[in-house]
């Protein structure tokens, strides 16, 4: 399990990464649905909303205390997503939101 979770460490970081470029500052629900789909996430369109809901609701764990790797149980028991990809959709959303909580994903 901790190797899942270096894994999925490891691709929330590289999500953060591209992210946070400071062209992203522009449009941040735009460039974290374009980061999550590049990643291999993937929902019906008439979910949109939901999915940005859930980005932002990261952030609002982030500020609870939440670890990441209850981020990461969190979003795994609720989708069919892997840890790579629940890891993944935690960095874009901490990019993309909150960037002052990438230290959590790093």
């Known amino acids: 399990m901790k190797i899942t979770f270096a894994f999925a460490a490891a691709a929330a970081f590289a999500a953060v990464g591209l992210v946070s470029a400071p062209a992203a500052l522009a449009d941040p629900e735009g460039d974290f649905l374009t980061v999550i789909g590049k990643g291999g996430i993937t929902w019906p369109?008439?979910?949109?909303?939901?999915?940005?809901?859930?980005?932002?609701?990261?952030?609002?764990?982030?500020e609870n205390g939440a670890s990441f790797e209850q981020e990461v149980a969190?979003?795994?028991?609720?989708?069919?997503?892997?840890?790579?990809?629940?890891?993944y959709f935690v960095g874009a959303a901490t990019g993309a939101f909150c960037p002052e909580y990438e230290s959590k994903v790093s």
Do not use: E, F, I, N
């Open 45 to 62: 369109s008439d979910k949109t909303q939901q999915v940005l809901d859930t980005g932002r609701a990261v952030c609002q764990d982030w």
């Open 74 to 87: 969190d979003l795994t028991s609720v989708t069919d997503w892997s840890d790579y990809q629940a890891g």
